[in-house]
C-alpha cells in the first residue's frame, strides 16, 4: 500500500515556464509535507516544506499547495531553470511518529530545457 | 556545514558476504536514517534511530540489522548479501525537538553484490 504518490515519473519544461509537479496521499493521519530535490550521484537535499494548517507556503522561486480534502499538494516553480533539473521527492509525516520518520514517494524527474 | 557522510561510494561485494555500511553525522541530531533507493520505488525506510542504541524497523527492514553505539554513527549491516540486495543506500539525520524536522542525507552508497 503506497501512502505517499507521485503519478508522474518524468517531466519536461521550457525554460522560463512554470514547473508543477504534484503529490497524492492516502493516510489522513499525514500533517507534514516536506519536498526534496536530488541531483545524480548526491544525496537528497531538503527544499520547501508544508504543515497541515497552511495551504500554501512560498520560498522565492518554489511554492508547494496542499489540498487537505483531496490529499493532493503540489510544488510550483516559477520561473524554472536549467540547474532545477533533478529529481523530486514528496514526502510526508504523521504526528507523534518516532523520530519524525517520513514516507516518500517515487519521485519526479523535472527536466528543465533551455 | 550540516554534513552526513558515508564509508563508501561504491562497493562490490559477493553474495553471502557480511556487509557494513557507515554513516556518520557532524551535527549532533538525534535522529538518524537508512534508505535504499530503487528504480520506480523511491526512497524506502530500511530502518531509523532516534537515540543510542535506540532502533526501529522500517519499511523493508527484511535481511537487514542496524547499530547505533554512538550518537554520531549509525551503522547497516547486511549479515549475508544478495543480489537483490544491490541497490543505491542513503543514510539521513534530522533533529528532534516539535514537529517534523527535515532529513540531511549523505552522497549515498551504490552497492553491488554479485
Known amino acids: 500500500d503506497q501512502q505517499v504518490k507521485q503519478n508522474s515519473p518524468s517531466l519536461s519544461v521550457q525554460e522560463g515556464r512554470i514547473s508543477i509537479l504534484n503529490c497524492d496521499y492516502t493516510n489522513s493521519m499525514f500533517d507534514y509535507f516536506l519536498w526534496y530535490k536530488k541531483y545524480p550521484a548526491e544525496g537528497p537535499t531538503f527544499l520547501i516544506s508544508?504543515?497541515?494548517?497552511?495551504d500554501k507556503n512560498e520560498d522565492g522561486r518554489f511554492t508547494v499547495f496542499l489540498n487537505k480534502s483531496a490529499k493532493h499538494l503540489s510544488l510550483h516553480i516559477v520561473p524554472s531553470q536549467p540547474g532545477d533539473s533533478a529529481v523530486y521527492f514528496c514526502?510526508?509525516?504523521?504526528?507523534?511518529?518516532?523520530?519524525?520518520?517520513?514516507?516518500f514517494g517515487d519521485g519526479t524527474t523535472l527536466t528543465v530545457k533551455p | 556545514d550540516v554534513k552526513v557522510t558515508q564509508s563508501s561510494r561504491y562497493l562490490v561485494k559477493r553474495t553471502g558476504e557480511k556487509v557494513f555500511l557507515e554513516c556518520v553525522q557532524d551535527m549532533d541530531h538525534e535522529n538518524m536514517f537508512w534508505y535504499r533507493q530503487d528504480p520506480g520505488l523511491g526512497l524506502r525506510l530500511i530502518y531509523f534511530?532516534?537515540?543510542?542504541?535506540?532502533?526501529e524497523k522500517g519499511d523493508i527492514p527484511e535481511g537487514y540489522s542496524v547499530s547505533r553505539e554512538k550518537k554520531e554513527r549509525f551503522s547497516l549491516i547486511l549479515e549475508s548479501a544478495s543480489t537483490n540486495q544491490t541497490s543505491m543506500y542513503l543514510c539521513a539525520s534530522s533533529l528532534s525537538g516539535r514537529g517534523v524536522n527535515e532529513q540531511f542525507f549523505g552522497p549515498g552508497t551504490r552497492l553491488t553484490v554479485l
Open positions: 508544508i504543515s497541515s494548517i497552511k
Open positions: 534511530s532516534y537515540d543510542v542504541k535506540m532502533k
Open positions: 514526502a510526508a509525516s504523521a504526528p507523534n511518529t518516532n523520530a519524525g520518520k517520513s514516507t
